[in-house]
């Protein structure tokens, strides 16, 4: 894993996990590094590796072995990085951007297991996810041309395993996701929490890449610092 600090003179530790293909680099998750330190954070942004041959050894274990070393910290995770954060424990608050809890209800699990048992590293499988329209309107050129076009059936095997032995999730987290989403399965998301904690984005699978993104920025910084109650209060 790779990652950054930034606004080190912040109140508070965030930890901000990234989601599959962001980059530290890309212009959005910049401009959301911003807004959380315009709420007073110390951001960690961890960005994961693509390719993972395990999924608890090069995603699970670093994050937790990184997590251990604040004393106070909130837990923020888009995508891919929502499902890494549903595995880490002590966290003052623990907010989900369109957790990649399972994959979209066109890809049957059925088939996807089958793909998983082949077990290779070779890039075979079109991602499908590296579009504008599924990302978010402001999503970038480079943004777009960074995404993998194909995965491993390897890589299919350790997410699907990662999403059958995802822990439960917290009572007070907070979800922000769009119905519209085509990179990660909302039904997942609706049977891991009940709607109470879901707040509904308008835009694509990225928040931080929608067109009415300013709308909620407000609402996200309210989940971060004080977890479901604030979110119903504000």
């Known amino acids: 894993m790779r990652g950054r600090i930034t606004n080190e003179a912040g109140d508070e530790d965030l ?15 910049q401009w959301l590094e911003d807004r959380f330190a315009e709420g007073g954070y110390r951001i960690h942004t961890i960005q994961i590796p693509d390719f993972p041959a395990d999924f608890y050894d090069e995603w699970v274990r670093p994050a937790r072995e990184y997590v251990a070393d604040l004393d106070d910290f909130r837990l923020a995770g888009h995508s891919t990085g929502g ?3 549903s595995y880490l424990d002590g966290a ?4 989900y951007l369109s957790p990649w809890w399972g994959y979209p209800e066109d890809m049957p699990g059925r088939v996807l297991d089958l793909v998983g048992r082949l077990g290779s590293r070779r890039k075979l499988i079109p991602s499908g996810i590296s579009t504008r329209e599924a990302i978010g309107a402001l999503a970038t050129d480079r943004q777009l041309a960074d995404g993998a076009e194909k995965v491993s059936p390897r890589f299919v095997r350790e997410t699907r395993r990662g999403h059958r032995e995802r822990p439960s999730i917290d009572e007070d987290a907070v979800v922000f996701c769009t119905l519209r989403d085509q990179v990660v399965s909302t039904r997942a998301i609706g049977e891991a929490v009940p709607e109470e904690q879901v707040v509904l984005y308008d835009g694509g699978h990225e928040l931080f890449s929608s067109e009415r993104r300013d709308a909620y920025v407000e609402e996200l910084l309210a989940a971060v610092d004080g977890g479901l109650a604030a979110v119903e209060t504000a």
């Open 15 to 29: 930890v901000w996990i990234l989601g599959w293909g962001n980059r530290l680099h890309h212009e959005n998750v």
């Open 83 to 85: 499902l890494i954060a």
């Open 92 to 95: 003052e608050t623990t907010t």
